[in-house]
């Protein structure tokens, strides 16, 4: 097999499916539930600050996750520094963008909703179908 054909699952089939889907449906959820109690502007501040980290996720998971097998060490190894810079710079343009382009802001809510969704990435190994096994 050669490196450059990547054999891909799709992307519902990955590992990584569950934690998007969770991370998204979390997001979902606590703007509604901002934009129920706090008002209108903090629920889509939330929607914002959890789409900034939702989204970057969703190009590291497509980015990462192209390659498989043994034969393709490098080029899996590439792809995640790949995906990885691409998800910092994504952050970092999504929040710049959010700053300059979205009046009226609701900043704490924008920075709760972010963290929220980010956590659920410390909590991923609960949400994998495949457990990782010791050799």
Same mark, same amino acid.
Not at 46 to 71: Q, T
Not at 84 to 111: I, R, S, W
């Given at each position: 097999?050669?490196?450059?054909?990547?054999?891909?699952?799709?992307?519902?089939?990955?590992?990584?499916?569950?934690?998007?889907?969770?991370?998204?449906? /979390? $997001? +979902?959820? @606590?703007? *509604?539930?901002?934009?129920?109690?706090? &008002?209108?502007?903090?629920?889509?501040?939330?929607?914002?600050?959890g789409l900034i980290a939702w989204l970057p996720?969703?190009?590291?998971a497509f980015k990462a996750f192209r390659f498989?097998?043994?034969?393709?060490?490098?080029?899996?190894?590439?792809?995640?520094?790949?995906?990885?810079?691409?998800? /910092? $710079? +994504?952050? @970092?343009? *999504?929040?710049?963008?959010?700053?300059? &382009?979205?009046?009226?802001?609701?900043?704490?809510?924008?920075?709760?909703?972010?963290?929220?969704?980010?956590?659920?990435?410390?909590?991923?190994?609960?949400?994998?179908?495949?457990?990782?096994?010791?050799?």
């Amino acid at each position: 097999m050669d490196v450059r054909t990547p054999n891909r699952l799709p992307f519902h089939r990955l590992a990584v499916f569950p934690v998007l889907l969770v991370q998204l449906l /979390l $997001v +979902l959820v @606590a703007a *509604l539930v901002l934009w129920h109690w706090q &008002g209108a502007v903090a629920g889509y501040s939330g929607l914002c600050g959890g789409l900034i980290a939702w989204l970057p996720n969703v190009y590291f998971a497509f980015k990462a996750f192209r390659f498989s097998g043994a034969r393709a060490a490098q080029a899996i190894v590439r792809s995640f520094y790949a995906g990885e810079a691409g998800k /910092l $710079v +994504l952050t @970092a343009v *999504l929040f710049a963008l959010t700053f300059a &382009g979205v009046k009226p802001l609701d900043a704490l809510a924008v920075f709760g909703v972010f963290v929220l969704a980010q956590l659920v990435n410390w909590f991923s190994p609960l949400l994998m179908k495949k457990r990782l096994s010791r050799p």
